[in-house]
């Protein structure tokens, strides 16, 4: 898929994700851009921009701890999640910036302390040409964090992924790559940010464990956030297959209380210009 196509694509996905993003009852993405926005550890008066801020999870945290004398700025792709934010940051009582961008070449300026980006890394057709163009937007000495997915606690799920694996291999949207993948490890990411330029990289870690009540639920989350382009990739008459088939993978993952979910390893890596 060309770029230009790749973009339309995400923001297309995210647009229609917009109103139910982060808003299922699943503790999943708010947590894991809390946890980005402590790592950086911004402080009251600083500049900071959150790069493809989504609904303004990382964002509202970042205003929330630079205060009324610091700045914070976000860009996203998706004209639906900029509105999304800039509602979220009202009512979250927050001072926002909140402008539409694209994340691999944001249209801002220098002079920001940090650069925020959560979840966000991977979408990218060139991870290490877009933490260039962000480590360009910092002050000497400035912070840089981005939160990627780690390995996978609960073997089982697996079984749900693989249900949507032959048709995402069909769209070439599958994760495969002709160079290893450097989401795959720690080490991985942590090259991509010493590739850009950054120095003193370093990696944290988290673990999240959302939990759904049934089938219904799990699905309403997918298709609340980029999952939802996974059922974008199966073709209508097979929606009925599919929908059984990972309403029968699910039943493999519940836990000791009966509940059905996974638990995820989320890496906060972070660096300094």
């Not at 080490?187 to 370093?202: I, K, P, T, Y």
């Amino acid at each position: 898929m060309a770029n230009d196509d790749r973009r339309a694509a995400i923001a297309a996905v995210f647009d229609a994700a917009a109103d139910t993003y982060d808003n299922v009852d699943v503790d999943f993405f708010t947590p894991i851009a809390v946890r980005l926005v402590q790592e950086l550890a911004p402080q009251p008066g600083e500049a900071c921009v959150d790069i493809g801020c989504g609904a303004g999870q990382a964002l509202i945290e970042l205003a929330r701890e630079v205060g009324s004398t610091g700045r914070a700025v976000g860009i996203d792709l998706a004209p639906r999640m900029v509105a999304a934010a800039t509602a979220a940051a009202e009512a979250a009582g927050v001072d926002v910036e909140v402008r539409l961008g694209d994340a691999q070449e944001p249209n801002l300026e220098g002079a920001y302390d940090v650069v925020a980006a959560s979840l966000v890394l991977f979408f990218l057709p060139d991870p290490v040409a877009a933490l260039g163009a962000w480590r360009e937007l910092l002050i000497d000495g400035g912070r840089v964090g981005v939160s990627t997915f780690g390995d996978h606690l609960t073997p089982a799920w697996r079984s749900v992924d693989e249900v949507f694996a032959p048709y995402l291999a069909q769209t070439g949207d599958d994760g495969a790559r002709d160079a290893p993948n450097p989401f795959a490890s720690v080490e991985g990411v942590q090259g991509l940010l010493v590739d850009a330029g950054f120095s003193e990289v370093r990696t944290t870690s988290a673990v999240v464990s959302p939990r759904f009540d049934d089938h219904d639920h799990w699905f309403r989350w997918t298709m609340s956030h980029g999952q939802r382009g996974r059922w974008l990739a199966v073709p209508h008459d097979d929606q009925a297959d599919v929908l059984a088939a990972t309403a029968a993978a699910l039943e493999q993952c519940r836990d000791r209380d009966g509940r059905i979910g996974f638990d995820q390893t989320v890496y906060f890596t972070l660096g300094r210009r």
